[in-house]
């Protein structure tokens, strides 16, 4: 299996613009998973998806992010508009037994926001 | 608030020493753990499991678990400079239906 596949892989736009993400997780995965990670705050749920369904966006920071899942293959992460706080890695993790179990990560997108 | 902690670190050990990397986590109830390796610039991979009391051994690496003080180490024998990396704890809930919580990671650098 390919894993699972983010683009892009990385981003430089300026405050104010609408930055989307992408993700493809691992055929057959049930549960998909955004995070963010900075040095300060560490590796930081956003949102997950069960069945391309949500189920908990508690972790979405404010109204500017947000998340689709259409179909089981394909995921996006938005935010409109960006702020230079904004910038981090973003990673998207995909796993098949559980939302408590192994999950695999993607390369991560790496958002700078000017 | 669950919470996972580990030390920031960097942790530094010399070539072929035994590397000791420790977490501690709130929920008392968490039946899974994990431990994930991050090189910079690269995502976190998944290099043990462990879901019982005691030691669980993968090659160099050792996961121990110890519920009742609510911590998980994992030990690295015969450390290389390649294993030089920021190693996360990941933990999930109680009831096994809530996402895992990682912890802040921990840097490891083997000096050759």
């Known amino acids: 299996d390919a894993g699972v596949i983010q683009s892009p892989r990385h981003e430089v736009t300026e405050m104010g613009q609408e930055v989307t993400l992408r993700c493809k997780p691992i055929s057959g995965h049930d549960y998909l998973f955004w995070y963010r990670q900075t040095m300060m705050r560490g590796l930081e749920l956003l949102i997950y998806?069960?069945?391309?369904?949500?189920?908990?966006d508690s972790g979405m920071p404010e109204d500017r992010f947000s998340a689709k899942m259409p179909n089981a293959s394909f995921s996006t992460l938005k935010i409109q508009p960006s702020e230079p706080r904004d910038s981090a890695v973003y990673f998207c993790?995909?796993?098949?037994?559980?939302?408590?179990?192994?999950?695999?990560f993607g390369p991560g997108t790496r958002l700078t926001v000017l | 608030q669950k919470e996972v902690e580990q030390n920031s670190g960097p942790l530094s050990v010399p070539e072929g020493a035994i590397a000791s990397l420790n977490c501690t986590y709130s929920?008392?109830?968490?039946?899974?753990f994990f431990w994930y390796r991050q090189y910079s610039g690269k995502s976190p991979e998944l290099i043990m499991s462990i879901y019982s009391n005691g030691d669980k051994e993968d090659g160099r690496f050792t996961a121990q678990l110890n519920n009742a003080s609510q911590y998980v180490s994992l030990l690295i024998r015969d450390s290389q400079p390649s294993d030089s990396a920021t190693y996360l704890c990941a933990v999930n809930g109680a009831s096994g239906n809530t996402p895992l919580v990682f912890g802040k990671g921990t840097r490891l650098s083997v000096i050759a």
């Open positions: 998806f069960n069945n391309n369904v949500p189920i908990d």
């Open positions: 993790a995909s796993n098949l037994s559980g939302v408590g179990d192994t999950q695999y």
């Open positions: 929920d008392r109830g968490s039946q899974s």
